[in-house]
Nanobody, 119 residues
């Protein structure tokens, strides 16, 4: 059983920064892809950033230049550094790990951590 535990959410003012962490119960390299998704109030869950086992990153356009996804292999931990936060970044952020692709993809999710950007 794979466990993903997020931390680091909270309340921050516009323009501020937060760093989210996701501790995995096994090596991040055992997954084909890891990343972060978010679900804002009244919205569908959307992809924020992904990091492949080969090191390739992908970001949704709205966070490019402000967010950065990274990993610490020794700690089996995934991070999301969020800078210049905006009110529209308010959402529950979920850590994701996946094995396989397409119809063979198997996803694992954390419990989510709330990020609120407000003055």
């Amino acid at each position: 059983q794979v466990q993903l535990v997020e931390s680091g959410g909270g309340l921050v003012q516009p323009g501020g920064s937060l760093r989210l962490s996701c501790a995995a119960s096994r090596s991040i390299f055992s997954f084909d892809s890891v990343g972060w998704y978010r679900q804002g109030p009244g919205k569908q869950r959307e992809l924020v950033a992904t990091l492949s086992s080969g090191g390739s990153t992908n970001y949704v356009d709205s966070v490019k230049g402000r967010f950065a996804v990274s990993r610490d292999n020794a700690k089996n931990t995934l991070y999301l550094q969020m800078d210049n936060l905006k009110p529209e970044d308010t959402a529950v952020y979920y850590c994701n790990a996946a094995r396989g692709w397409g119809s063979y993809r198997q996803d694992y999710w954390g419990q989510g951590t709330q990020v609120t950007v407000s003055s």
